[in-house]
């Protein structure tokens, strides 16, 4: 059973560019969340997707956004890229219920110069 | 919103010693408190959660204790051993969404 996989592993962007960010969450989950985790720092939550509708929302601009698709898996967009979004991009999913246990990926880390 | 303090930054101990490490928490209505392990390079692992109807919970080296009141929970690590050298996260969540980490704790165990 494959765990949550996420593309690209590594990237190299420059400021002002856009970028793709992909994930495919657990096997039987249907919600997925991002969070970015800079250096030395704890993830923070960026938002959560559910149904394909974004459920919550962290504290990002709209810069950041996001989507789902029917089969539950995910893409996060960031546009207009600036140095500080520089981090690891981390997708989680989960199941719907009272369970609760996020499964992380092992992230997309982003350079930006 | 939801804030989330974690101490101490930084904790070396000896192989075989316990490691404690804390956190409190701004929400009162927070009812879900994970602790990741995270080793360099790799991803956040889920080693153990607590929620708010339950007051502490073991499994094997690892417990957590909650203190709804004082809105504190801690993380005790016995007999450390050098493989649980990496970096401790807590969080807090409302019904099991949007999880609020910590700052982290490098705990560093020497042989």
């Known amino acids: 059973d494959a765990g949550v996989t996420q593309s690209p592993t590594h990237l190299i962007k420059t400021r002002g560019q856009q970028v793709t960010l992909r994930c495919s969450p657990k096997?039987?989950?249907?919600?997925v969340s991002w969070y970015q985790q800079a250096l030395g720092q704890g993830p923070q939550f960026i938002f959560q997707y559910y149904e394909e509708e974004e459920r919550q929302r962290g504290n990002f601009p709209d810069r950041f956004s996001g989507h789902q698709f029917p089969n539950y898996s995910s893409e996060l967009n960031v546009n207009a890229l600036l140095l500080g979004d520089s981090a690891l991009y981390l997708c989680?999913?989960?199941?719907?219920?009272?369970?609760?246990?996020?499964?992380f990926g092992e992230g997309s880390r982003l350079t930006v110069l | 919103g939801e804030n989330v303090e974690q101490h101490p930054s930084t904790l070396s101990v000896q192989e075989g010693d316990s490691a404690v490490i804390k956190c409190t928490y701004s929400d009162s209505a927070s009812n879900y408190f994970p602790w990741y392990k995270q080793e360099l390079g790799k991803r956040p692992q889920l080693i153990i959660d607590i929620r708010s109807n339950v007051g502490e919970k073991k499994d094997q080296r690892i417990a957590v204790t909650l203190n709804k009141t004082a809105k504190h929970f801690s993380l005790h690590i016995t007999e450390t051993q050098p493989e649980d050298s990496a970096v401790y996260f807590c969080?807090?969540?409302?019904?099991?969404?949007?999880?609020?980490f910590g700052t982290g704790t490098r705990l560093l165990v020497s042989p």
């Open positions: 969080a807090a969540s409302k019904g099991f969404q949007k999880l609020v």
């Open positions: 096997s039987g989950h249907d919600t």
């Open positions: 989680a999913s989960s199941w719907d219920s009272t369970t609760g246990e996020l499964f």
